[in-house]
């Protein structure tokens, strides 16, 4: 049995992300890696840890794999003033994408709810993800 207790593993997780500010949010992201970024999108009521193994696969595969907990979840804040909707999610979401340097697109993972605020940020931002699959790089580049 193991003897780690629960705020040692959460230090262990901070430890491996980092915090930076979207729109006066304290956010949380696990970015692993260089080459295309691949964004890993949580649903509830979990968080980036969900990917920290799939993140340091897609690292060795020469991705570059990011999860950012959403707002309310994991370790970044929980205002209460936020708009906790798929598109409030999704508008966080791209200026999270904004703050991480993804301006020339990514990939997109889902998973659970991150499946319809990954399709409302898709719907609202129709340049911002790539594709998985494509050949030319995002954007068409």
Known sequence: MSTTTVAQLLDQHQACGRYFDVDGVRAFALDYGQGE?????????TS?????KMLRSLEAQGLRGISVDLPGLGLTGRPADFDYTFR????????????????????LV??????AIGLA??????LAPCGAGR???CRGQ
């Open 110 to 115: 889902v998973h659970d709810i991150g499946g």
């Open 121 to 126: 940020l898709a719907a609202d931002h129709p």
């Open 88 to 107: 409030g999610f999704a508008r966080f979401l791209h200026r999270a994408t904004e703050a991480l340097g993804l301006q020339q697109g990514y990939h």
């Open 37 to 45: 970024p691949v964004l890993c999108l949580h649903g509830v009521p």
């Open 48 to 52: 980036a840890c969900l990917f920290r």
């Open 135 to 137: 050949k030319q790089g």
